[in-house]
């Protein structure tokens, strides 16, 4: 099975065009104001109108309120839905569309429980667990927490990068791989070089895995 990737917290078109044409499956859109990656829905239409066909547009949102929510998905076109902060299963399903669970990686986390609690889920991301951000922090968590088996597809995110995607692949076999800080420059910014780097050990990855 081939490993999916979705790059998140793009703020720029020219970085989403390019990450499109360089073979990514998902861009992220984050709408959560605290984040320096954060966009606004102007910028977001932005975004999405210079998109090929065949990317899936990925909306992030934290714990925000419905209102909010509903005025993105007026304006951008968007495919599916990732909550990154307390959100219930009920708080997830009223939009009826596909969405991600992001889960802050401890070593109480129990998957099982999570995947049968949000068993409607597109996927369940398993990020960092950080005190006060909510993603893109750069720093990778204990993969041994990860069960072997788990009823939803996994999308592994936490300190990712090129040097490091290739035994995540080997070591995890997620569905799908995201990454943010570890493509880019600068919060929000990312570089060329390291989105194509990625992306190749990806599919190096993919190779040494019967």
Known sequence: MRTRVKICGFTRVDDAVYAAHAGVDAIGLVFYPPSPRHVDIDQAIKIVSALPAFVTVVALFVDEQEANIREVLRHVPVDCLQFHGNESAPACRIYNRR????????????????????????????????????????????????????????????????????????????????????????????????????????????????
């Open 99 to 210: 969405y991600i669970k992001a889960v802050s990686m401890q070593q109480n986390t129990n998957i099982s429980e999570l995947a049968a609690y949000y068993y409607d889920a597109a996927g369940l991301l398993l990020d960092t667990y950080h005190p006060a951000a909510k993603g893109g922090t750069g720093h990778q968590f204990d993969w041994s927490l990860i069960p072997e088996q788990c009823p939803l597809p996994l999308i592994l995110a936490g300190g990712l990068d090129a040097h490091n995607a290739r035994q995540a692949i080997q070591t995890v076999r997620p569905y799908a791989l995201d990454i943010s800080s570890g493509v880019e420059t600068g919060k929000g910014i990312k570089d060329r070089l390291k989105v194509s780097a990625f992306l190749k050990e990806v599919i190096e990855g993919d190779k040494t895995v019967i």
